[in-house]
């Protein structure tokens, strides 16, 4: 089986008519603005700061889930787009020293 660099799709033009595009052609990626990671609050007991962190982290979640979804060929356009934010989001909410610490 050919890698993805190596297939075409077929798309239908704004004529109608279809035309064969590589399958990671930038003009099939969407535009799309993903919210941006921010390491939690470094004062836990600030329940506001808290509770808009836990807010900003569900809508990347969303983000995330959405991005799941598409095909495999439209996921590998954004994947490089994405890839920081995921970086960060693990690294500081999974692995770092945050918890939620409900005591």
Known sequence: MNSLHE???????????EKRLSALDVSRMENVEFVEFRPPPIDRSDQAAVDAWVDRTNYIIADL???LKLQYDRYSLLLYN???MVVNFYRL????SFSFNTN
């Open 65 to 67: 889930r959405w991005l």
């Open 82 to 84: 994405i890839f920081s």
């Open 7 to 17: 297939r075409y799709v077929t798309v239908a033009s704004s004529d109608g008519r």
């Open 93 to 96: 909410s999974l692995f770092g």
